[in-house]
């Protein structure tokens, strides 16, 4: 597991602010990126929802929109799809759990809370209640 508080430290600094959309990005990129393995060479990645979870998978996988390696496919799926060169790779979508935590999150944001302690469950949490992960084939047309 690479280091989270660094991580979300990155996310802050190109996304500007705290929220509990681009931690959950994060967490979504950093569960697929250790699914596809190190090994599937360029990857590329598609986002199904234009949220701030774009810029946590942009630094969680390193697949930046502006080198066109991240793509955004808004169909209201907080979906991501990340594939190695092959085509080969996976499908990450976050669980009504997470969707329920983050607007908890965001609410408590709203009246006051300090970031850091707000977001922490959506920073530490179990990956496996925030995120479903599918493998996806090589050749699988899924947008
Ligand atoms: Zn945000």
Redesign the pocket.
């Known amino acids: 597991m690479t280091d989270l508080s660094d991580l979300f430290l990155r996310i802050r600094a190109r996304?500007?602010?705290y929220?509990p959309?681009?931690t959950l990005g994060g967490r979504l990129g950093e569960m697929a990126l250790l699914a596809v393995g190190k090994d599937a060479g360029a990857l590329t990645a598609t986002y199904h929802i234009d949220t701030?979870a774009a810029?946590g998978i942009a630094v969680a996988t390193g697949c930046l929109p502006e080198e066109g390696r991240l793509k955004m496919h808004p169909d209201g799926l907080h979906r991501l799809e990340l594939r190695g060169e092959d085509g080969v790779g996976v499908r990450a979508e976050l669980t009504p759990t997470a969707l329920e935590r983050a607007a908890a999150c965001r609410k408590q944001l709203d009246e006051g809370g300090a970031p850091d302690e707000v977001l922490t469950e959506l920073r530490t949490g179990p990956a496996d209640e925030l995120i479903a992960l599918t493998p996806l084939a090589g050749g699988e047309n899924d947008a």
């Open positions: 996304h500007g602010h929220c959309m681009s701030c810029d």
